[in-house]
Structure formats: C-alpha cells, structure tokens
C-alpha cells in the first residue's frame, strides 16, 4: 500500500534507523545549553518589536539584618538610549527576593516575568517601583513606555 505521492508508509526498520539517527546526532552534535530558552526569548522580543536592555552593573553589596550574618542585596542596572532601570534585589525570607526598582522613563506599570511565562506587575511611582515579596529564581523586567518600544531586559536570578 502507498499515499498519494506513491510512498509506503514507515514500517518497525523505518522508526529504528530513525530512532538510532537521531541518537547519534543527539550523541555527536547535542544542542548548546540554554538554547531553546534563548530562541524562546528572541522569538518573544521580535514578537514584541521590543528593545533589549543593556546589564550594565552587576556589584553585590552586604546588608545588616537581625541575624549574626550580612544578607546579600544585589544591584543591577540595565540602559537602552532611551531607558535605564535600577533594580536592587534582597532576601525578603521563605524564599522569597524582594526587588526596589528605578525608571528613567515614564511607565504606569512595571511586568517582572518568568521564562515559565508567569508575571506580575507593579505600579510605578515617580520612577520607583516594588515587588515586596516574589519567589526567587530566573526573571525579567518588561517596560512599556507610552508612545516608545518596549524594553525587556536580560533575565537575572532573584
């Protein structure tokens, strides 16, 4: 029996030699790390017609809280020519980071987005926003400015 086109179907020794082909190729050539996570991003920022922060810093700096020692609080700052924004990201306990952040751009809202595609926003206040309380792990910040593209920035880990 055969399609249209006059092509039997695939049979067992057909799924085999494919099965076996793309071992050695998974074997030989494997895909890069973080690739399918970097297409995903790509896709979404040409999607968006959106413009890319740049990281700009990354310094850690040491807080005292009520324990006997220092917690970490990392900033990151991330510029495009039109926008910067300033994050300061610190424990907030249970597993959670809380972020301060600083807009040089007009924005009602702030989106701090997931690579799983979960998001939450946060109101902007004379350029200053806040997520009191969000769990750590990979994230990135999307702006929409009115009237501008939007920015996305690199993802960071919180």
Not at 60 to 68: F, I, N, V
Not at 93 to 106: I, M, N, Q, S
Not at 141 to 154: D, Q
């Amino acid at each position: 029996m055969s399609d249209e086109l006059g092509l039997a179907p695939l049979d067992e020794v057909d799924m085999r030699l494919l099965e076996d082909l793309r071992e050695t190729v998974d074997r030989l050539d494997p895909c890069p790390a973080g690739l399918p996570d970097r297409v995903k991003f790509a896709l979404t920022v040409q999607a968006l017609q959106a413009e890319v922060a740049e990281l700009i810093g990354r310094p850690m700096a040491l807080t005292r809280g009520g324990d006997e020692e220092p917690d970490q609080t990392m900033t990151v700052t991330f510029s495009t020519d039109s926008v910067s924004i300033m994050v300061t990201v610190g424990p907030a306990g249970d597993g959670t980071a809380r972020v301060d952040g600083w807009l040089t751009c007009e924005a009602d809202e702030v989106q701090l987005a997931r690579p799983d595609g979960t998001s939450e926003t946060a109101a902007v206040r004379e350029g200053r926003f806040v997520f009191a309380a969000v769990p750590t792990g990979p994230a990135y910040l999307v702006v929409h400015p009115p009237g501008e593209r939007t920015v996305i920035t690199p993802t960071f880990t919180l």
